[in-house]
């Protein structure tokens, strides 16, 4: 079992950053990819972010957000600069067994409770 908690959001202004964190339980933290997504109301959650073997981004982030991890901290953040008012969603971490990151929701299998990003214009 792995348990996520993130942190980090707020309501911020269009141009400003913010950083989200995100905390994992469990001791096998770096064998696990881990992933951001976000879902605005009305939506569906979408990808944002992913890092595992690899490293990757949705189209609509890329240049502004940047994904990282700490092994050591087992904690994952989501560095996001040059914020939008389209960027204001939940920001929700979670985590799948394996090294690769997945685009998909449902390739993963431990999910974080969200935090709510928004960004006004």
């Known amino acids: 079992q792995v348990q996520l908690v993130e942190s980090g959001g707020g309501l911020v202004q269009a141009g400003g950053s913010l950083r989200l964190s995100c905390a994992a339980s469990g001791r096998t933290f770096s064998s696990y990819a881990m992933g951001w997504f976000r879902q605005a109301p009305g939506k569906e959650r979408e990808f944002v972010a992913g890092s595992g073997s690899s490293l990757a981004y949705a189209d609509s982030v890329k240049g502004r957000f940047t994904i990282s991890r700490d092994n050591a901290k087992n904690t994952v953040y989501l560095q996001m600069n040059s914020l939008k008012p389209e960027d204001t969603a939940v920001y929700y971490c979670?985590?799948?067994?394996?090294?690769?990151?997945?685009?998909?929701?449902?390739?993963?299998?431990?999910w974080g409770q969200g935090t709510q990003v928004t960004v006004s214009s």
């Open positions: 979670a985590a799948r067994g394996g090294t690769r990151p997945r685009v998909r929701a449902y390739d993963y299998d431990y």
